[in-house]
Nanobody, 125 residues
Framework: QLQASGGGLVQAGGSQRLSCAAS????????IGWFRQGPGKEREFIAA????????YYPDSVKGRFTISRDNAKNTVYLQMNNLKPEDTAVYYC????????????????????WGQGTQVTVSS
C-alpha cells in the first residue's frame, strides 16, 4: 500500500507538502500518481511522475502551483502544493501506475493500484 501523509489545515495562498511512502514494498518500479477527492466529487487526477522522475504531468487545474517529485532512495514521492485555494480542499491520495496502458502516465483511477488511505487537506479562505 501507498500511504499519503502531510495534510492539514492551511490558509488560502499558503503551501503544503504531501508525502507518499510505500509500506512493505518500494515505489521505484512504478510511475506514481496523485489524486484528490473533494466533498461530493469524483476522484480527480492531479499529477504523475515517471519511475525515474524524469517526466511529470499535471492537468491545467494545478499546473504551475503543484510540483511532484520523488526520492527513490527514500522510497518516497512528494507533492508540493503552493498558492492553495479553498477549492483544493480534498482528501489526497497517491497510487502506483500498474502499467496496463500504452503511456508512461494515466489520469484514470482504474490504471492505478496500491491505494492507501488518503490525507485530508483543508484550505480556509
Amino acid at each position: 500500500q501507498l500511504q499519503a501523509s502531510g495534510g492539514g489545515l492551511v490558509q488560502a495562498g499558503g503551501s503544503q507538502r504531501l508525502s507518499c511512502a510505500a509500506s512493505g514494498g518500494t515505489v521505484d518500479d512504478y510511475s506514481i500518481g496523485w489524486f484528490r477527492q473533494g466533498p461530493g466529487k469524483e476522484r480527480e487526477f492531479i499529477a504523475a511522475i515517471s519511475w525515474r522522475g524524469s517526466s511529470t504531468y499535471y492537468p491545467d487545474s494545478v499546473k504551475g502551483r503543484f510540483t511532484i517529485s520523488r526520492d527513490n532512495a527514500k522510497n518516497t514521492v512528494y507533492l508540493q502544493m503552493n498558492n492553495l485555494k479553498p477549492e483544493d480542499t480534498a482528501v489526497y491520495y497517491c497510487a502506483a501506475d500498474l502499467g496496463r496502458h500504452g503511456s508512461w502516465w494515466s489520469a484514470r483511477t482504474y490504471d492505478y493500484g496500491y491505494w492507501g488511505q488518503g490525507t485530508q487537506v483543508t484550505v480556509s479562505s
